[in-house]
């Protein structure tokens, strides 16, 4: 069955400092990879995502995350954080054939100024 | 673009009673998808609506239902309320399918439901 472990639960940093949020899953095919964020009293909106190519990827508000087949992470990474970066951050999992995305329980970032 | 719109954001119950949540996608969407997030489980899939059928169902009692107008627009239903059924309940559209196949589910802020 499909996966996704987030093993961060809370990660405090300080604003300007490097970010990498850890996201492991376990799936037996090529999976289709997310990560949203979610603010207080908000709806979840997405970051970015992988489906295939460049296991690179960019998404909105400076972060990037990288697929990495051999250790099934896809780690979520931000050079400089910024205060209106806190918020909880979910990795996700789907794949072609299914119409649902296994979420991760997530990981509260929190920014110090 | 409006988003996606859900209706009511707050509600208060008690156990026994029903309760139906509304949600509104976005124009031309014409997948619904429901998740249930509490503090202790996290986003939990429900169940997934294309051109009113559903598709996909989450591992989830009968006591949760819900539909898909021709318009798009969905509702769901949680009969005989328990007070773990107290979470967030979000729905999210998407073009053509639930999240593995289109890529990109549009959230709504969700209806949060409380259970006395």
């Known amino acids: 069955a499909q996966s996704v472990t987030q093993p961060d639960i809370h990660i405090t940093v300080s604003e300007g400092a490097s970010l990498e949020l850890r996201c492991n899953y376990s799936y037996g095919a090529t999976p289709y990879l997310f990560w949203y964020v979610q603010s207080p009293g908000q709806g979840l909106q997405l970051l970015l995502k992988y489906f295939s190519g460049d296991t690179l990827v960019q998404g909105i508000k400076g972060f990037e995350a990288e697929f990495k087949r051999s250790q099934s992470s896809f780690n979520l990474r931000k050079p400089s954080v910024h205060w209106s970066d806190a918020a909880e951050y979910f990795c996700a999992v789907g794949t072609y054939n299914t119409d649902k995305l296994i979420f991760g329980t997530g990981t509260r970032l929190q920014v110090f100024p | 673009k409006a988003g996606v719109t859900q209706t009511p954001r707050y509600l208060i119950k008690t156990r026994g009673q029903q309760v139906t949540l509304s949600c509104s996608p976005i124009s031309g969407h014409r997948s619904v998808s429901w998740y249930q997030q509490t503090p202790g489980q996290g986003l939990q899939f429900l169940f997934e609506?294309?051109?009113?059928?559903?598709?996909n169902k989450g591992n989830f009692p009968g006591r949760f239902s819900g539909r898909q107008f021709s318009n798009s627009r969905s509702e769901m239903n949680v009969s005989t309320l328990e007070l773990g059924d107290s979470a967030l309940y979000l729905c999210?559209?998407?073009?053509?399918?639930?999240?593995?196949?289109?890529?990109?589910?549009?959230f709504g802020e969700g209806s949060r439901l409380t259970v006395l």
């Open positions: 999210a559209s998407s073009l053509d399918r639930g999240g593995g196949a289109s890529g990109e589910l549009f």
């Open positions: 609506y294309f051109s009113e059928t559903q598709r």
